[in-house]
């Protein structure tokens, strides 16, 4: 995997990227003890900054021929809708067991405390097509390993995984197969903490 951030790749001192990170609130100990959730429902409220996270993203996919985002349940939706538009891509939506009504296809992945399994409409994606997968936030890499896996299985050519927020080193860096990794910001700190 070749990790990116967007301010080591162009976009150095771009105050669209500050102005991103800030938009985010960090949440202590949500959903439980020790973890500082990265809360981009404030970015969702900030319409400059959303603006800013959905052009970045449009400049840099724009002109790679792509012709389907797939979108990671749920909060991969928000941004992968928006950039689908306006790149003239289809956004298929990559969603968790049982809440597709037609036929699917599903590939599973583990958690650290378990395993839980995306799916994907049968037919959704063709042969040969050229696929971005755009998620809020990549730590280990388990979900974004299941959706390329899932849009491979189809025949599609995954060029990038996108995400909002990501770690300085995502710790499933292996489980992505070799596929580059865009990310905007890294996560927020609070008192030299953040996950």
């Known amino acids: 995997m070749v990790e990116m951030f967007a301010a080591e790749n162009g976009l150095k001192g771009d105050p669209r990227l500050q102005a991103i990170s800030n938009a985010i609130r960090v949440v202590p100990h949500f959903p439980k003890q020790g973890i500082m959730f990265q809360d981009i429902t404030t970015l969702l409220l900030d319409h400059k900054a959303f603006k800013h996270t959905v052009d970045i993203f449009v400049d840099r996919y724009k002109d790679m021929d792509i012709s389907v985002v797939a979108g990671v349940e749920a ?99 292996r489980r992505l197969n070799g596929k580059p990794l865009y990310i905007l910001v890294e996560p927020r700190e609070i008192d030299g903490c953040y996950y």
């Open 75 to 173: 909060r991969g939706f928000m941004f992968g809708t928006a950039i689908a538009l306006a790149i003239g891509a289809k956004f298929v939506p990559l969603r968790k067991p049982k809440k597709l009504p037609g036929e699917v296809i599903a590939e599973a992945y583990e958690l650290e405390y378990g395993s839980d399994s995306l799916e994907m409409h049968v037919g959704a994606v063709e042969a040969g097509e050229r696929a971005i997968v755009i998620d809020d936030l990549v730590a280990t890499g388990g979900t974004l390993s299941a959706a390329i896996r899932l849009l491979e299985r189809v025949g599609a050519q995954v060029v990038e995984c996108g995400c909002v927020i990501g770690l300085r080193e995502v710790k499933g860096q």
